[in-house]
């Protein structure tokens, strides 16, 4: 269960680890709300994605750690895995669906990932 606690818990572990991204506020959505945004897209992977595969493998025993960690997706979850897996020495395997972007694929396996290519026409 998601609780305060947690989310100070996942700040603390991720501190340094990724991109710190701000809040803009966004006066102009809706006139009785203040509302404000969050900057995920000014991370690496281009989302917030990173940040849970990042706390999720924060947590990973060392024995967890040494068997690598697999995901599948065909973009920012790919990458934000990826990445997570690099800066944490994980190894990661991530399966792709064959029409996947190019650009997204390239990206994945920059990431240090084991990239996978799964569907049709293979």
Request: one cysteine or more; a positive charge; glycine letters at 8%.
């Amino acid at each position: 269960m998601l609780t305060l606690d947690r989310i100070y818990q996942a700040a603390h572990t991720l501190k340094g680890t990724l991109r710190r991204t701000d809040t803009i506020l966004c006066n102009n959505l809706t006139p009785d709300c203040t509302l404000y945004l969050k900057t995920e897209n000014l991370q690496n992977t281009g989302s917030f994605k990173v940040r849970g595969a990042a706390f999720k493998m924060a947590m990973l025993s060392e024995a967890e750690k040494a068997k690598g960690v697999i995901a599948c997706s065909a973009g920012n979850h790919a990458q934000g895995v990826a990445l997570a897996a690099q800066k944490a020495g994980i190894q990661a395997t991530i399966f792709v669906p064959s029409i996947a972007p190019l650009s997204k694929i390239e990206a994945t396996k920059r990431m240090g990932a084991e990239v996978r290519l799964i569907g049709r026409g293979l």
